[in-house]
């Protein structure tokens, strides 16, 4: 069934589709057909496939237009070079210049893409990014943010001279854990610049799913004590989430917000 398709990387569909197509090249040559129409199988199947893929992990228009520009890319240079080994002739230097070309651009688009969607290894980011407060920094682009999300910017601004003031410490638990349409507890750990516990207030926590405002939960958390707030969560879809973290006591504001991928089941 459709619904059981794992959810994969960028580049696991990229690369994973190149591999399928230069193996369907070649079986399907030694089996008769004609150079042309193995090339053209060799690019419209593996296409023809990622379409199926997207209709349960749809990634976006631009990555659907790279991986038929890529896989169209490479059913010629499989055309070219199977016709050259009917003529037995040899490669000139020129043809191998541009398909190494093309392999850099098809590696390099690879990394940018995945770097765009699930971030900077955290291993490589601790290495060339700041990490405020020794917190996990996300480096994942969210997506594209709904229009009526924007009048919460001004706002942000303006909270941020008050948060300094406050020197509050906000840490997230079990934001690792969350799975679609399945219950876990997400708690908000909560401390004043000393490292006192931070007791009495309201804390909401808001999940924003990009581009799709449809998707987006709101819950209340309870004190626990300690700091802590705990809240039951319950996320519709796997992708791209934003948690905002609205915290209030008395006339005190604090707001944090962090970037999290939800993977499939």
């Not at 591999?19 to 369907?24: G, M, N, S």
């Not at 001279?161 to 079990?174: A, K, N, T």
């Not at 006591?249 to 089941?265: C, N, P, V, W």
Request: one cysteine or more; glycine letters at 10%; proline letters at 4%.
């Amino acid at each position: 069934m459709l619904s059981s398709i794992p959810l994969l990387t960028i580049a696991e569909t990229l690369f994973g589709g190149l591999l399928f197509a230069i193996a369907l090249f070649f079986i399907v040559r030694r089996l008769g057909l004609s150079n042309f129409w193995a090339a053209v199988l060799s690019g419209a199947l593996p296409f023809v496939c990622y379409i199926v893929y997207s209709t349960q992990h749809w990634a976006g228009g631009d990555v659907m237009a790279i991986h038929f520009a890529v896989y169209l890319a490479n059913a010629g240079l499989l055309g070219v070079f199977g016709g050259m080994q009917q003529k037995k002739q040899s490669m000139h230097w020129a043809p191998k210049l541009i398909i190494g070309f093309f392999i850099f651009l098809v590696v390099s688009n690879a990394a940018l893409l995945s770097i765009a969607g699930r971030g900077l290894p955290q291993n490589l980011a601790s290495v060339f990014l700041p990490t405020p407060e020794n917190q996990r920094v996300h480096t994942g682009f969210p997506g594209v943010m709904p229009h009526d999300r924007n009048k919460s910017y001004q706002p942000h601004l303006q909270q941020l001279e008050q948060q300094q003031e406050l020197g509050w410490h906000l840490s997230l638990q079990g934001l690792d854990e969350l799975r679609p349409d399945r219950g876990q507890r997400v708690g908000a750990v909560l401390q004043d610049n000393d490292g006192k516990a931070v007791t009495g207030a309201d804390v909401q926590l808001n999940f924003w799913r990009m581009a799709n405002s449809r998707d987006d939960k709101i819950y209340d958390a309870i004190e626990q004590g300690g700091g802590e707030y705990i809240s039951e969560v319950t996320l519709p879809d796997s992708g791209r989430w934003v948690v905002e973290v609205l915290v209030k006591q008395g006339d005190k504001r604090y707001r944090k917000q962090q970037s999290l991928f939800i993977g499939a089941e």
